[in-house]
């Protein structure tokens, strides 16, 4: 069974960078899953950010490739989302997951942490 935890700031200011970590028990990040990040902000629907494959491969949304960083620590199971010169418009529910190229799915989900990008 695997569980993912999300843990970073809840508060960010404009242009500072928001990181963001996810602690994966029940499962190796390098097995053979797109490990994900994605969030929701109020009022809109689920918008993919990127994930990081078991290897170490990165992928990453068009429209937030520019500011996003995805990064991993396999000793500690662990993988960390950077998204630089945050906005209001950052403001979300972030959510980290397990996405299966083999269901086409994200079968294994984080609760969820609300970031919100304030002066």
């Known amino acids: 069974h695997v569980q993912l935890q999300e843990s970073g700031p809840g508060l960010v200011k404009p242009s500072q960078t928001l990181s963001l970590t996810c602690t994966v028990s029940?499962?190796?990040?390098?097995?053979?899953?797109?490990w994900s990040w994605i969030r929701q902000p109020p009022g809109k629907r689920l918008e993919w950010i990127g994930a990081?494959?078991?290897?170490?491969?990165?992928y990453y949304s068009p429209s937030l490739n520019s500011r996003t960083s995805i990064s991993r620590d396999t000793s500690k199971n662990q993988f960390t989302m950077h998204l630089s010169s945050v906005t209001p418009e950052d403001t979300a529910v972030y959510y980290c997951?397990?996405?299966?190229?083999?269901?086409?799915?994200?079968?294994?989900w984080g609760q969820g942490t609300q970031v919100t990008v304030s002066s």
């Open positions: 990081i494959g078991y290897s170490g491969s990165t």
């Open positions: 029940g499962g190796r990040i390098t097995t053979d899953y797109h």
């Open positions: 997951a397990r996405y299966s190229r083999a269901s086409g799915s994200a079968d294994y």
